[in-house]
């Protein structure tokens, strides 16, 4: 059982390591759904890393239809975390009409290859899920990440089954949302997959001794500046274990 572990700094990442992630998908501004971590921030959780390191490749939140200069700051963002030795990138481009915009993913790729590609979950807002796995399949893309088009992997797994036996082992259908300690039995048994992403965060007090409640740093949503979040190794763990046993029973 290989868990892919969502994180958005080089301490997640390590955590999610300690938990027994198989590998990291390593990104920033969690809030906004992932968008491209700094080059910084890639080079030094490569060099703690003993486990693959996958990238977001994503130059803002929001949809996926993207320009002509966000396309070209998405190629050079490949170039230099290729420069920085990861494992894989993670990226998803769509037309106006939900469609996979086959030219510029076609760019993208040949500007990662040789690294394998990870579409991401824009995958779960296009238009017809089936076409897209065909194209996908036929681009070279290694894995789909997605939630069946649903909320989370138990509310999208009749969608999800289709996928993965219409994918057949061409590639790989990457099933992520929603998974946690309750549910990890379930999705185990209910998915004939052997890998799943998973976003296990758990918090703890910030060291500052000296506070000002009244100032902010974040926009309305008033974000916790006295609290961090990072990855919970303990809950990977129970994650993980959890969904080898289930596995084992049937």
Not at 42 to 71: K, N, T, W
Not at 130 to 154: K, M, N, W, Y
Request: glycine fraction near 8%; hydrophobic fraction near 45%.
């Amino acid at each position: 059982m290989r868990l892919e572990v969502c994180v958005d700094s080089v301490e997640s990442a390590l955590r999610a390591q300690e938990g027994g992630a198989a590998r990291v998908e390593l990104n920033d501004n969690l809030l906004m759904g992932g968008t491209t971590p700094s080059l910084g921030t890639v080079q030094v959780a490569r060099q703690h890393l003993a486990i693959e390191l996958l990238v977001m490749i994503r130059p803002r939140g929001g949809d996926f239809c993207y320009s002509d200069l966000e396309l070209e700051v998405m190629e050079r963002d490949i170039a230099v975390m290729k420069t920085a030795g990861v494992d894989g990138v993670v990226f998803g481009l769509l037309t106006p009409d939900g469609q996979v915009d086959l030219p510029r993913m076609k760019r993208l790729m040949a500007c990662a290859a040789p690294l394998p590609v990870t579409f991401h979950r824009a995958f779960d807002v296009c238009a017809d899920p089936f076409r897209a796995l065909e194209e996908l399949v036929d681009l070279g893309v290694r894995r789909i990440l997605t939630s069946g088009q649903a909320p989370t992997v138990l509310e999208g797994r009749v969608l999800l089954r289709e996928l993965i036996a219409r994918a057949a082992g061409r590639l790989t259908i990457l099933p992520g949302g929603g998974i946690t300690e309750e549910v990890a039995d379930l999705v185990a048994r209910e998915l004939e997959v052997e890998e799943f992403h998973v976003f296990l965060p758990g918090e703890e007090p910030s060291p500052m001794i000296h506070r000002n409640p009244r100032v902010f740093m974040g926009g309305a949503l008033y974000p916790p500046e006295y609290t961090r979040s990072w990855t919970d190794p303990t809950r990977v763990r129970k994650v993980r274990e959890a969904m080898e046993a289930s596995r084992k029973r049937f």
